[in-house]
T-cell receptor, first 115, second 115 residues
Framework: EPEVTQTPSHQVTQMGQEVILRCVPISNHLYFYWYRQILGQKVEFLVSFYNNEISEKSEIFDDQFSVERPDGSNFTLKIRSTKLEDSAMYFC?????????????FGEGSWLTVV | AQKVTQAQTEISVVEKEDVTLDCVYETRDTTYYLFWYKQPPSGELVFLIRRNSFDEQNEISGRYSWNFQKSTSSFNFTITASQVVDSAVYFCALSRANAGNMLTFGGGTRLMVKP
């Protein structure tokens, strides 16, 4: 069964460092997302991406964040200068065409620890 | 604005008991989608079900069943004859019907099934 894959599964970084989280969405999907979950809290939307541009973003997704689809398979989330409060699980997700339904499938997450 | 409320933060049951997880949502949209996801201790988000707002038929899948009541804006999830492997955090989520389709999650219900 196709799945969303994410790397790394866990990263520890120093405050102020840049971090890139990588995702390979399901191959025929068109819509891509990043969500985050601070430990013990609910899952929060960060950004959605369609047709090579951001379609929607939350107030969490400020200038420190950026997304990119550098080739036909990868979808990345970059945090330019990490802060302690960026420590969270980051989930990548993808969705197919309308005809295939509106289910969003999630990867296993990348756990980011900022020290 | 959309909102999902899962009033039960934690539920503890003994194996083989039935348990119902409550979900209440708010939206101004007439067309929307409701979801349940399972987050086991390993951390990934596992899709369980999607329900369209225009389809109020209840659904059963093995030991899982869902009761969608538009009149009360509720989408409750019942596990029959619970098992230890059902122990997880369960999230209810809501999305609009547009292309961006971001999910708004509830706070989650932690279910602990004891042997």
């Amino acid at each position: 069964e196709p799945e969303v894959t994410q790397t790394p599964s866990h990263q520890v970084t120093q405050m102020g460092q840049e971090v890139i989280l990588r995702c390979v969405p399901i191959s025929n999907h068109l819509y891509f997302y990043w969500y985050r979950q601070i430990l013990g809290q609910k899952v929060e939307f960060l950004v959605s991406f369609y047709n090579n541009e951001i379609s929607e973003k939350s107030e969490i997704f400020d200038d420190q964040f950026s997304v990119e689809r550098p080739d036909g398979s990868n979808f990345t989330l970059k945090i330019r200068s990490t802060k302690l409060e960026d420590s969270a699980m980051y989930f990548c997700a993808s969705r197919g065409r309308e005809q295939s339904g509106n289910t969003i499938y999630f990867g296993e997450g990348s756990w980011l620890t900022v020290v | 604005a959309q909102k999902v409320t899962q009033a039960q933060t934690e539920i503890s049951v003994v194996e083989k008991e039935d348990v119902t997880l409550d979900c209440v949502y708010e939206t101004r949209d007439t067309t929307y989608y409701l979801f349940w996801y399972k987050q086991p201790p390993s951390g990934e988000l596992v899709f369980l079900i999607r329900r369209n707002s225009f389809d109020e038929q209840n659904e059963i899948s093995g030991r899982y069943s869902w009761n969608f009541q538009k009149s009360t804006s509720s989408f409750n999830f019942t596990i029959t004859a619970s098992q230890v492997v059902d122990s997880a955090v369960y999230f209810c989520a809501l999305s609009r019907a547009n292309a961006g389709n971001m999910l708004t999650f509830g706070g989650g219900t932690r279910l602990m099934v004891k042997p």
